[in-house]
Every structure is written in structure tokens, then in C-alpha cells.
């Protein structure tokens, strides 16, 4: 439970936050990735397990994967959107 509190005290005031500039699926998307950098520092940090080279092809391929979901011709200027 004290993971999953650490993930909930991210994504709580994230989605709170970000969901008039946001919809549901882009949120949805940062809470996953919020998710795997929690589990993934616990897994490395605390249970000592060992970060292998396909993690970080795997962990590349998913970042490439959120900045291609989250590019929808928005542009944030001084906390306000303009769209392309």
C-alpha cells in the first residue's frame, strides 16, 4: 500500500489539475506512465532487481509512445492552450 500511496499522491492533483487541458484518454496515458516510474524505482531501489537492456528498449518504445499519443496540435503558452 505505501507504493500504491506514493502513485496516488502524483496522480490525484495530476489528473485534478490537468483535466481541463487534457482529455480522459491523454490522462490516462500520464497515469500509466506514472505507474511504471513508481513500480519501476521501488523494483530498482528496494528489491535490488537489475535494470536489463530490453527494459529500456521496452521503456524507450513506451515514451516514444506517449509523446506521439499526446501531440495533438496543442501549444502551451503562459498556462493558457493555443492550437495550431
Known sequence: WIIAFAEYCFQVPANRVGYGQ???????????????????????????ESLKWNYIVGFVFIVLSVFLFLKSGKIFYNNSICYK
Open 22 to 48: 487534457f482529455n480522459v484518454f491523454e490522462l490516462k496515458t500520464i497515469q500509466e506512465i506514472i505507474s511504471l516510474v513508481v513500480f519501476s524505482a521501488f523494483a530498482i531501489l528496494y528489491l535490488n
